[in-house]
Structures are given as C-alpha cells and as structure tokens.
C-alpha cells in the first residue's frame, strides 16, 4: 500500500500499482485497483488560503430564513477574514427554477445587508455565476474523469435500477448500486454505443475504506465507504448531478471554506471523492444546524411565516432581522444580544457557533425588531413610519410636527412598523361607550363620574382648555391642576375620569401628549377622514348627549376595556 497526500488536510490509501498505470490503460487500472482507501479531511493541516466563501440558493422559491442565516454566517466569516463573498445561483433544476425566485432572493439578501463581492449583477473573475451557464465547464470535467477511470458509463435501464433496490431490500443492505458496468470491457461498451443507448456516468467508489473530516463546527465525523455504491454524476440527458455540479463550482471557484447547512453533511462524502480524483484541493467544511420550531421539529410553512419577504412585508427591519438570525446558533460569548451588523463583523468566529438546533422564536424576534426600531436616529424613525401611515391612508402627510410627536409618545408599543397603525388608531378613536360599559369602568363611573363629565364640559365651553392646549404642555399642566384643585381631586382620582372623558380609554401612552395630540390633528388637518378620527369637538359632542342615567341603572359587564383599548 502507499500513501498520497493531495492537499495537507485530504489523505488517500490506495494500492501502489494504481499510481503506476497511466490513464490510456484503463482497462488495466480496472483490473489492478482494490478500490481499498481511505480518506481524511483534517483542517488543521490546512495552510493559510485566501478567505473565499460562498452562499448558493437554488432559485425555486423565497429565501427561507435558514438560508438567509446561512448566507449571513458566510457574510460575516468572509468579512471578519478580509475575505471574498461569493454568491452563486444554483439553478439545474430546470423545471422548479424561475426567474421570479431569483430576482426575490437577490432582493431579499440586498434588503438584509448582505452585498456580494461576486455574483450575479456584480461579476467577477470566476463567472459565469449561474450554474445553467456552467454546463460547458461541468462537461469538461466529467470527460476527464471518464479518460482517467474515475467514472464509467452505466447503460443500465431504469427497470433494472429498481430491481437492484428491490434485491439489496430483500437481503436486508444498503440500496446501492451493484456495479453492472462497472467492469465492463471496451467492446461491451462500444457495442451499447454503437446502439445508441442512453447512459450516465457513474462515479467508482471504493468497495472498502472510510472518509473522515474534521467539521469547523461539528468536530470529526467519518463515514464507511461500503454504504455507498458507484453514483451518478451525469444523467442520461447530459445534465450534472447537483453533487458533481457543486465539487467542480467549488473548487474552479477557488472556495476555501463550505459553510452549509447541516443536511448538506452526507453530501460531504461524494464530494470528497470527486474533489480527490479531480486532483482539486478540499474546502474547510462547517455544517450549522437546522433552524427548529417551538416544537423541535424542522421550522417550515406550517409553523407561519418562514421566508425573509414574509417579514419584511410585516413589518421588520433587516437590522432586526440580521440581529436575531445571528444569535440563532451563535453567541459572542457575554450577555449582549444587541448588534448592529457592523459589530457582527467584528465579534463573528466560527469557532463559536453552535452545533445544536436552534429554535425560531417569533416573540424574541418580535421584541428584537422592537429594539432596532427604537434605536433608530429619530429623522430616520420619524420618516420610516411617516411614510408608511401616508401610504396606508392613516395621514395626508408623512411629516411635520404631528407626526414627530406622535411616533415619540408611541414608539414604546411599536415592535414592527405595521404596529404604528394600531397605535395611531387607537389614539384617534373614542370608544367611550364600551369602556364605560366595561367592568373596569364600573369604578370610575361610581366614583362621581358625571360631575367631573360637567366641569369638563364647562372649562371646553369657556374656551379654558382650548386656551391651554394651545400653550402646549406648560399650559396643559397648569390647567390640569387648577382643574384637580376647583374638584378637590388629585392623582388617580383626578387623571383616571379625565383620561376616559378625554380619550374613551382606562389605559394609553401619557394623557396630556395625548390631549395635545389630538387637539393639534383636529387643527392641522393632517388626519385622513376614513381613519376613524374622533376630533374633540366631536367627543365633547358625545359627552354632551351621553345618557348617563342608562350607565348608573344598569352597570353591564360586557368585556374588558384592557381589550377595548387595543
């Protein structure tokens, strides 16, 4: 036996007489080789490369958020090293893949922050970056492993496929492919040729041996070779097998580091095969962990939202996004969970990624985003939900005074943009009715409701609270105590009846910005008529015509004002 050392991290062990026979005798090498080897991957031989990586979706349908945490990973890796990213469209699969789908994952990591040093709209000096434009290429290389005995071609039909699975099923083995062709002499190939029938080429495996790779993230994992059996590298069609498509991308890309998902692991082994007969050298391998549901089941369509467009339709900021996808498997070791993608960057190791499934929790992420959104410049924040309440028809106006006010007094209860809707909403209604005819509505009615209903009434008559609205804050302050002294009330027995008479409402953002608030919308106009706005011209209206002996008599309780004032 010798030993060949392809790459200092990749070890073969095959009979020394296949070293000896050149590639024109191959019916020699057939006969000679033991197909006996094994094969170790070890990265901690590897020397330093040039830091490449690669994200390569195959375009038949959104970018799940698995992915998206995919690409972010190679993102960071690649930009914490002073390394290239690379994206690469695996698009072979000709009837799923569409235009439509590619266009959406470019969009979806351009919205995520993940730009791409190569990759389609970008070029570079690897291209083409698609694989339906690589057919020449994976071609080339299929011929090469056909001259050299790597490969073979299998004439066997689909029917006799089948049987073989059938047979290996019965004897209780692995359902691998019995090696028909493989020994097949010249003239008995020829001859299938000569008919015109189809083929693949099939890649010749080892019948003994191991493959073993020390995983970046998952440490040393080793696979027999017994279990796997001569596989196709080319279909009958002519067209690549996705393994055999992704070795040569790969290596002719000069990617130094694969970091995949994990259900790529098994794939390792084929790959590795391909990559030492091709004479190419082998890539770091990480394989993060899946993505799970609250249940621990793969995260999929049935647990809701699961792509990066659905989120950001509902609402969330990539930054948001980016953070909480980060911490899905990966730590930087202290307890800050806040990061900006910068800061990603520069805490990012591979080192502490963790090889558990993590689970996808959508009220983390939900709080997350939260804290993103609140920590924006606040022209920056004031603009970004300005222009969604225009554009929803909430306001006339995405700017100006109103609109800064406001986002300041509800920021705190807005997670996702679409949230400020319901805020502003709820700031903007009156439904004094059902809080009065609420249980927790009871109390305040009991507690001599309709006078402090009557001197209200009386200050908006004389123009009293107007004049002090139109001072702003100091103004309402100052009126608001004089108001508690002229009742003998103070604190809740004071700003509890106000704030329903006011607002319709047990509970809110601060009663007074409020008040300001809806007193500067009535004035300015800026509120869309079909928003549902109760001016307070319009709520001391109803206070006005309020039976209130209807309340006193009967006292329901019909539902809960916490639920009424969402």
């Not at 990586?53 to 690409?71: D, E, I, K, Y």
């Not at 329903?500 to 601060?510: E, N, Y």
């Amino acid at each position: 036996m010798a030993t060949l050392v392809g790459t200092p991290w990749l070890r073969i062990r095959v009979p020394s007489s296949l070293y000896y026979h050149h590639c024109s005798k191959i019916s020699v090498l057939r006969r000679t080789i033991r197909r006996c080897f094994s094969v170790n991957a070890l990265s901690s031989e590897a020397p330093q490369v040039p830091v490449r990586v690669r994200f390569a979706p195959s375009p038949t349908g959104n970018l799940h958020v698995g992915g998206a945490r995919t690409a972010l990973f190679n993102y960071l890796f690649a930009r914490s090293k002073g390394g290239k990213f690379v994206l690469r469209i695996e698009d072979t699969d000709l009837e799923r893949s569409t235009k439509e789908s590619e266009e959406a994952v470019l969009q979806d990591l351009s919205w995520l922050g993940l730009d791409w040093d190569e990759g389609p709209g970008v070029g570079g000096d690897y291209g083409p970056y698609r694989q339906s434009e690589r057919n020449a290429l994976y071609k080339q290389y299929a011929e090469k492993l056909l001259e050299s005995g790597h490969v073979y071609r299998c004439f066997c039909s689909n029917e006799e496929l089948e049987k073989m699975k059938e047979i290996a099923k019965l004897k209780q083995l692995p359902p691998v492919y019995s090696g028909k062709w493989a020994g097949a002499t010249d003239e008995e190939v020829q001859e299938e040729l000569t008919k015109g029938s189809p083929f693949t080429y099939r890649f010749r495996v080892p019948k003994e041996g191991n493959l073993k790779i020390v995983d970046l993230i998952r440490g040393e994992v080793s696979w027999n070779l017994d279990t796997l059996g001569d596989f196709v590298i080319m279909r009958s069609n002519g067209q690549p097998v996705y393994n055999f498509c992704v070795t040569v991308d790969d290596a002719t890309m000069a990617i130094s580091h694969v970091i995949r998902a994990e259900e790529h692991l098994p794939n390792t082994l084929r790959q590795a095969l391909i990559y030492k007969a091709l004479g190419f050298q082998m890539p770091f391998f990480a394989h993060v962990s899946l993505i799970l549901a609250p249940d621990r089941s793969k995260l999929s369509k049935r647990h809701g939202a699961t792509s990066v467009g659905q989120f950001r339709e509902m609402g969330y900021l990539p930054e948001g996004m980016v953070n909480y996808l980060a911490l899905l498997g990966w730590g930087d070791g202290t307890e800050n969970e806040f990061f900006s993608l910068e800061q990603l960057v520069e805490k990012f190791s591979i080192e502490r990624v963790n090889k558990s499934g993590a689970i996808f929790d959508n009220t983390k992420l939900r709080w997350m985003n939260g804290q993103h959104l609140r920590s924006l410049p606040a022209e920056e924040l004031t603009k970004l939900i300005g222009t969604h309440w225009q554009s929803t028809g909430i306001l006339n106006e995405s700017g100006g005074v109103f609109v800064e006010e406001a986002i300041d007094l509800l920021k705190d209860g807005i997670d996702l943009i679409t949230d400020s809707d319901t805020a502003l909403a709820n700031l903007l209604s009156y439904p004094l009715y059902s809080t009065l005819a609420s249980s927790e509505g009871k109390p305040v009615l009991e507690d001599k409701l309709t006078e402090v209903a009557a001197s209200l009434l009386a200050a908006y008559d004389s123009s009293e609270l107007l004049c002090a609205l139109g001072e702003g804050k100091a103004g309402w302050q100052k009126w608001v105590k004089s108001f508690g002294k002229s009742l003998n009330r103070k604190g809740k027995s004071l700003f509890m009846p106000l704030r329903v008479l006011l607002t319709g409402k047990l509970h809110g953002p601060d009663m007074g910005a409020s008040v300001l608030l809806l007193n500067r919308a009535g004035n300015s106009g800026i509120v869309s008529p079909q928003s549902g706005f109760v001016t307070l011209d319009e709520r001391f209206k109803v206070l006005r015509e309020l039976d209130w002996d209807s309340f006193y008599k009967n006292l329901p309780v019909l539902e809960s004002a916490a639920s009424v004032s969402q």
